[in-house]
């Protein structure tokens, strides 16, 4: 088998196409809660603490000196981050557990009871008439 056909025959599966679909949906998903993050909810938390803006906040560890730069760390981006990580997080929860709610109710659903095939009635009525005898 050639390289080119196996690697079709892989590309093709259902599971990679799914698994491509779900990583682009996600990338967009998350450029949304990133701008759901940074553009709404975290001016308002930045102004009920003071007017910070948390892509502000660092700590100088060496100043800069001539041409290079100062060593900072960024401790504002990855407060920016875990609220980023936290709101997925939880809208991800929700989904699951919705999904989980909704294969519950399919398996709960009462079985329909068996169609009683016309030849058995027909011998549980003989039957019964030789018990009778």
Same mark, same amino acid.
């Given at each position: 088998? &050639?390289?080119?056909?196996?690697?079709?025959?892989?590309?093709?599966?259902?599971?990679?196409?799914?698994?491509?679909?779900?990583?682009?949906?996600?990338?967009?998903? %998350?450029?949304?809660?990133? &701008?759901?993050?940074?553009?709404?909810?975290? $001016?308002?938390?930045?102004?009920?603490? =003071? %007017?910070?803006? *948390? #892509?502000?906040?660092?700590?100088?560890?060496?100043?800069?000196?001539?041409?290079?730069?100062?060593? !900072?760390?960024?401790? %504002?981006?990855?407060?920016?981050?875990? !609220?980023? *990580?936290?709101?997925?997080?939880? !809208?991800? *929860?929700?989904?699951?557990? =919705?999904?989980?709610? *909704?294969? /519950?109710?399919?398996?709960?659903?009462?079985?329909?009871? $068996?169609?009683?095939? /016309? &030849?058995?009635?027909?011998?549980?009525?003989? /039957?019964?008439?030789?018990? #009778?005898?």
């Amino acid at each position: 088998m &050639s390289l080119i056909k196996e690697f079709k025959e892989f590309a093709l599966k259902g599971n990679v196409v799914d698994l491509a679909v779900a990583i682009i949906i996600g990338v967009a998903f %998350g450029k949304i809660v990133t &701008s759901f993050v940074n553009d709404i909810i975290m $001016p308002p938390l930045g102004v009920l603490l =003071g %007017g910070v803006d *948390f #892509k502000d906040l660092n700590v100088v560890l060496k100043e800069a000196e001539g041409e290079l730069p100062a060593v !900072v760390l960024s401790y %504002g981006n990855f407060i920016q981050n875990v !609220v980023d *990580f936290l709101i997925i997080a939880f !809208v991800i *929860f929700i989904a699951i557990k =919705g999904m989980n709610s *909704f294969k /519950r109710k399919e398996v709960e659903a009462p079985a329909a009871p $068996p169609e009683v095939v /016309r &030849s058995e009635v027909l011998l549980e009525e003989i /039957r019964d008439l030789l018990k #009778k005898k």
